[in-house]
């Protein structure tokens, strides 16, 4: 995961910890999927960082490689599907760093209701 490792380091300093969710067998589309939890106030909150694969990549859908992930998404709660009406998402593709202030800002708003 050394492509999300600025992501992690973004959300960590942002006050969050993340820890890997169980995929649900719906979510065949995840590469993974994050629980964040805050540090910050308020304490405790959860949501969660889906990183999505393109539907059409050619991969071994069972152990695919980070350059799968085409999409990140943020919700309240493990989104049923890859585009899941209520789940904030980022188009990455190779531009992962120029999208990471707006993930981690999203997450900040997030986690104060905001959205």
Known sequence: MERFAYLSDALTTEGWTIE??????YCWWAKEIWRLKSTWSPFGKTIYLSLIMDPSGDFDIHNPPDSSVWDIGLSHDIPEHNRDPKMHTFQILRRIKDKIPQVVATANAMRLDQL
Not at 20 to 25: D, N
């Open 20 to 25: 890997q969710a169980e995929l649900e067998s």
